[in-house]
DNA sequence: GTGAGGCCGTTATGTTATAACGCATTGCTA
DNA sequence: TAGCAATGCGTTATAACATAACGGCCTCAC
């Protein structure tokens, strides 16, 4: 089991600086082409490990100048998560930039959702969740989701406040 | 672990019916008011294994004359779910009738959702997903998401078209 | 009967996401 | 070198999902 990146503190320029570097890589390596705009979005999801809507990502775009139409911030999250940079959060309808990318391209992951702090940690999925219920049903799972909401061990009752 | 109801042929009158009852029964129990409308919508969500949008509900609603304004919808819904008729797929933004009304109210569940034929199975969770990595985080689970996406049996090369 | 609360009709608006067109750059190919 | 296909991005418009807020009506407890 993998440890689930996001809580605990660490160093966060490393953490930022080897997924931009990982990026890179594997953009070379498959012939994508990580541009300025895609580069940056995914520097300014990686600044946090917080998920940032659509809209405010685009925001953030639009500050720097880098573009302020919807479909500039949506195209760049449609590359980032079809490389495996970025992953969707269903629940919060937002994206967090990927905290394993040293895991492979589409590695199973699961997430914890901080609701106060609004953190997302990323787990790799020790194991197809729902393999057995599955199996039993005679389904062909091709992707999971899994994200649970709660509080992160900052945020609980009892941490300093 | 629980028979993931949804793909397998079985007694759809029954399961309605049931479904209903149950509803009728918990609603009773709790001095919740199943009103016509809201009744009607759990009749509608129970009609197939699928999930429909609110608008998709909506629009059943309004050929019958119940409303056809989106609050209509979502005020149902927001009844239904909270009471554990019905569920919210987060990766369809759409809502689906419980397929296990004899668990309790607030049962954790997972979803394995068709991507061909748009039927959805409910399982009962069988074991917290997520439990050794939220432990080892710190992170204190209070919800869980869980679906897969994938074919069901019918809908797999080899089964009859 | 009166007041509180629940339910619903309605208007308006907010939030998230995509379709579709056009232009510029890149890199190939004839 | 000219032509051409592919890709990225600017832009307009619209679709799809969701909620805020107000007001009327009914029911039930007091
Ligand atoms: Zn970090
Ligand atoms: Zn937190
Ligand atoms: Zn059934
Ligand atoms: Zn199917």
Known sequence: MSDPTGFAPHDHRACVSSALAAAEAACAERGARLTPLRRRALEILLESHK???????????AAEGLGDKPPVAYRALNFLTEQGFVHRIERLNAYVACAHPEAGEGHGAAFLICRDCGRVAEALASEAPLAA???GAGFAVED??????????????????
């Open 144 to 161: 999971a989701v899994v994200e649970a909401r709660g509080l992160c061990p900052q945020c609980q009752p009892g941490s300093r406040p």
């Open 133 to 135: 219920d599955a199996r």
């Open 51 to 61: 998920a940032l809507g659509a809209y405010d990502l685009l925001e953030r775009l």
